[in-house]
């Protein structure tokens, strides 16, 4: 038979790692808000191309580009529990890809290198879909946690 003493280990065991998902759920909501904000604007901007210069499109991606750096690094600075780790290394990886396209489509620009800049913007939605996917595997994974 366990100990009391054992008994309440455990239990505290336990409500550490539930404190410790809660956590991470929270920061981690409050870290995509940012991302998800700047990559809407990247998809906006690229939308609305049609009549405006090359310089301008180029200026509003290189600060968008720039932004989505530093919203990214709250993102990747939490640590996921255990349950969570695989889709969340999936999503940091598929964000640290969309960071590099951003790069290389604003420096191909700047370049004045179009068809780069076509290829680098494919990436970029082709990493950011990957990137939702991933994310609502977190989502999912961190709504089972708490059931």
Do not use: W
Request: charged share 20%.
């Amino acid at each position: 038979m366990a100990s009391a003493a054992t008994i309440l280990c455990l239990i505290a065991v336990a409500a550490c790692g539930n404190d410790a998902t809660a956590q991470f759920k929270a920061g981690y909501a409050a870290a995509r808000v940012p991302v998800n904000r700047t990559l809407l604007e990247v998809a906006k901007a690229v939308r609305r191309t049609p009549g405006r210069t090359a310089a301008q499109i180029t200026r509003r991606l290189g600060v968008l580009s720039a932004r989505f750096g530093t919203d990214l690094a709250p993102l990747l600075a939490l640590r996921p529990p255990a349950r969570v780790a695989t889709a969340f290394t999936t999503l940091t990886s598929s964000m640290r890809r969309v960071e590099v396209d951003l790069r290389e489509t604003y420096g191909a620009l700047r370049a004045g290198n179009l068809s780069v800049a076509q290829l680098a913007l494919e990436s970029v939605r082709s990493d950011a879909a990957a990137a939702a996917d991933a994310g609502a595997a977190v989502n999912q994974k961190l709504a089972r946690a708490h059931r």
